[in-house]
């Protein structure tokens, strides 16, 4: 009876293990048909960068100015700060977590962590050569941006997002455009 109990309680810790790790690798997927950039440079890519595009999502709502930073910390993992201005509440909300590369250093594919242990997806999937403007999806394609260097991008480059993204299955119609505007000051 005791090699049975012990047996069922193995067979139990080997079932949640790996629903656990199922459910924390689901977090770190790949929209089907998004690729990764390939030959990503961290160096250049630190810094700050302005959100121009983003699919809606409880924790960006009713937020503009909306702007993400990028910094290599000591530890060897990705300081990521992201800022945007409520228009509800007239405050700035901050939320500062860490990326690790998810693969390898030249590959723009990161997982995000603003929560602990639990991670997300930052897909890299197109990335112009002077690293001015980048498309970034989330594990699904429920989860987009297009981040420019400049609050003001060329509409070409909206206009390439919106056709690259709906030929990979995000929903562009319903993309939201944050505000950016230069009378508001910025922590």
Partial sequence: MYKLNMFKVTIFKVIFTTLVGLLLSACTTVPEGVTPVENFKLSKYQGKWYEIARLD???????????????????????????????????????????KFVESADIGFLKVSFFGPFYGSYVIFNLDEQYQHSFVAGPNTSYLWLLSRTP????????NFI?????????????????????????
Avoid: C
């Fill in 57 to 99: 999502h409880s924790f960006e709502r009713g937020l503009e100015q909306v702007t993400a930073d990028y910094q290599l910390m000591p530890e060897g993992h990705v300081q990521v700060t992201n800022r945007g201005y409520s228009t509800e509440d007239k405050v700035w909300d901050e939320a500062i977590g860490k990326a």
């Fill in 152 to 159: 003001n991008p060329d509409k070409a480059v909206i206009d």
């Fill in 163 to 187: 056709k690259v993204s709906k030929a990979l299955g995000f929903d562009t119609n319903s993309l939201i455009f944050p505000k950016h505007s230069a009378k508001l000051k910025k922590p």
